[in-house]
């Protein structure tokens, strides 16, 4: 699995847009791109993922340039409630019972 | 309904001690995994099993047993718990994804059993 580089740490305030960029110069052909977020004293929980170009849901947007070596999530006007770990893994996730493999997260904290 | 549902939420024991955490998915899936969150809040993959085999057995130490009587099931032994067991433990579940255009490996995880070893 693809290693990933993100900032250990960023701050917003409400209703800013955030971008939490990720670096994954090894990745795979096959690999897509999954971000999860975790709130203390919960699970991580599946936002978006993408394998290439621009992936967008109700929750948040995905953009992968064509190298496909970075990714940035973009929440659009984050509320106090978006405080949480956001994590971005890259991977083969074809095979069954791929694990996860976490890094650090982006800590992001949003304040009034 | 909870997606995945561990038991318990909590749980305090003494050095030495055997302890298990039970895990069950009523989403239909066909793999599960436990992780284990430590102090630093790195998150770790220990096991997984697919359809009731273990496919992912990492470097844990052999006093910890998964067993999965059944597909929604996972469950967690933890024989004579040290002091560096305390962490926070997740189950989650997956199915195994087919084709492209469909998200793939989506993990849906518990909320955990947070372990303290005294």
């Known amino acids: 699995l693809a290693k990933t580089t993100q900032p250990i740490s960023m701050d917003s305030y409400e209703g800013q847009e955030v971008n939490i960029t990720c670096s994954h110069n090894?990745?795979?052909?096959?690999?897509?791109i999954t971000w999860y977020q975790q709130f203390p004293s919960q699970g991580p929980r599946f936002i978006i993922q993408?394998?290439?170009t621009k992936v967008t849901n109700e929750v948040a947007s995905l953009f992968i340039p064509a190298d496909r070596k970075s990714s940035t999530l973009s929440l659009p006007r984050v509320s106090l409630s978006d405080t949480a770990v956001y994590y971005c893994?890259?991977?083969?996730?074809?095979?069954?019972?791929?694990?996860?493999?976490f890094g650090k997260g982006t800590t992001l904290s949003v304040s009034s | 309904d909870t997606a995945v549902s561990q038991t318990p939420k909590y749980l305090v024991t003494q050095m030495g001690n055997d302890k298990s955490i039970k895990c069950e998915q009523n989403?239909?899936?066909?793999?599960m995994y436990w992780y284990k969150q430590d102090s630093k809040k790195f998150l770790k993959i220990m096991f997984s099993?697919?359809?009731?085999?273990?496919?992912i057995n990492e470097t844990v130490p052999n006093r910890f047993s998964p067993k999965s009587p059944d597909k929604a099931h996972l469950n967690l032994h933890i024989n004579s718990l040290e002091l560096g067991d305390s962490a926070v433990y997740f189950c989650?579940?997956?199915?195994?994804?087919?084709?492209?255009?469909?998200?793939?490996?989506?993990?849906?995880f518990g909320a955990g059993t947070r372990l303290s070893v005294l």
């Open positions: 989403l239909g899936h066909d793999t």
């Open positions: 090894n990745i795979a052909t096959n690999d897509y």
């Open positions: 099993y697919n359809n009731k085999e273990l496919i």
């Open positions: 893994l890259v991977g083969t996730l074809n095979q069954a019972g791929t694990a996860l493999i």
């Open positions: 993408g394998y290439k």
């Open positions: 989650a579940s997956s199915q195994t994804g087919q084709g492209r255009g469909i998200a793939k490996n989506i993990q849906y």
